[in-house]
Every structure is written in C-alpha cells, then in structure tokens.
C-alpha cells in the first residue's frame, strides 16, 4: 500500500489516471459518485465504479474497476483490487481487499 500513498502523494512521478477534480480526487471513465456521496483526497477510482449515497470514500484510497460501494460505507486509508463489492454500512480502513472480493453490510 505504501506505493499506492506515495503515488496519491505525488512523489513518484507516476500518472494517475482519470479525469482530475477538486481536493486531489481523480475519477476513471464510467464512474458514478452519487451527489451526497463524500470524497476526501488524496483518492483514485478506476473506470465504471459506483459509489451510492452516503458513502465516505477518505484519504489515501484507492479503488479499482468496476467496484460497487453501497449506501453508507466508509472507506479510507485502503487498496481495493477490480471488482470488489463493499456493502451498505461496511467499514474499511488500512487494509488491501484483491479482485472479486465482497465485503458484506
């Protein structure tokens, strides 16, 4: 995870991709932030990922292709690898979830 701080940091030199917006938070293509969804950089999320209302995605995140996160989960400090799943009401801190992985309510 600490490459992954780093590269939301700035100090690798390495591109980020997806469209960049306020506060440090870069977006892939597809993706869907609901309005009252919050987004605290630094935070990058892949291509075609879904955030629903409520859900708190914090600092140092960073989430991969085509993740669905429910209705008011939290996530910070994390790693999610393609296809992960976090469930409404889910907390994730600190920790890497890998391809597929479903973290339920």
Do not use: F
């Amino acid at each position: 995870r600490q490459a992954q701080y780093e590269m939301l940091a700035g100090k690798t030199g390495l591109p980020i991709s997806g469209a960049v917006q306020p506060g440090n938070v870069y977006v892939g293509a597809g993706s869907e932030i609901a309005p009252d969804a919050r987004i605290v950089g630094p935070v990058a999320i892949g291509q075609n990922c879904r955030i629903k209302a409520g859900a708190v995605i914090g600092p140092d995140t960073v989430l991969g292709d085509n993740l669905l996160v429910e209705e008011d989960a939290h996530i910070e400090k994390a790693i999610l690898w393609d296809g992960a799943y976090v469930g409404r009401g889910a907390q994730i801190s600190g920790c890497t979830v890998c391809n597929g992985v479903m973290v339920k309510d």
